[in-house]
């Protein structure tokens, strides 16, 4: 099992503090999300300094395209981002729309986000237009208080990864949390105000990447 990435995400409004965050805990860190609430507030200017500041980095545009799926992969893509998410609701049209999107650059991806539910004939469908890259967020909205973990989602999370996904596991986890997946082959961790609001964003990320390489290796 090779070992999962660390994705910071950058949900904050504020731009240099979000900034700020980043610069810290770059070393420990192998993407750099800019957040939902990031790009709504500052929009593309976050993904192109975000991405002239680590060019080194992988640097995710968490824009959840709901619509006008190859409009909105390709102002992300011009303005920088490697990745972008997409909405496990949209429509296959806008689906189709950003993997065409994707495979008209190089090293370009796109991430599904799940939203609720999903059907064993989506995740057929996703594999067929060779997407490979799924955000598992344990709850539909950002909420304080997450709910746990359970073993039935850790089987739901192998099943996808049997079927030939990349996970990215998400939703305020914490460090004490990445163990319960060890047997899950993660591709990405994404922690965000746990890093972002520490006082030590450093200190917090670096957490996070020893207990990935004390389970996984
Ligand atoms: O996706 C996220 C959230 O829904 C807002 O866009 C977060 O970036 C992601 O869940 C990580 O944030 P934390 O829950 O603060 O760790």
Redesign the pocket.
Known sequence: MSRPKLQL?L?NHDLSNSLASAQKAQSQVDVM?V???LAFENGMKAVRIMKSLFPEHIVLA?I?IIKAGGKLAKLAFDSGADWVTVMSDASNDTIEAVVKEVKSRENKDVQI?INQSFTSEQTDYWRSLGITQL?Y?RSSE?VEE?VKWTPEVILELKNLADKGFQLSI????SVDEIKLFKDVPVYCF?????I?NSPEPFQAAKQYKDEIIHVFG
């Not at 998400?170 to 986890?173: A, D, P, R, V």
């Not at 994404?190 to 746990?194: D, S």
């Open positions: 995400a949900d999300e957040g939902t609430m968490d959840r986000e955000i967020h950002v997450e998400t939703g305020g986890l994404i922690a965000g105000r746990k972002a």
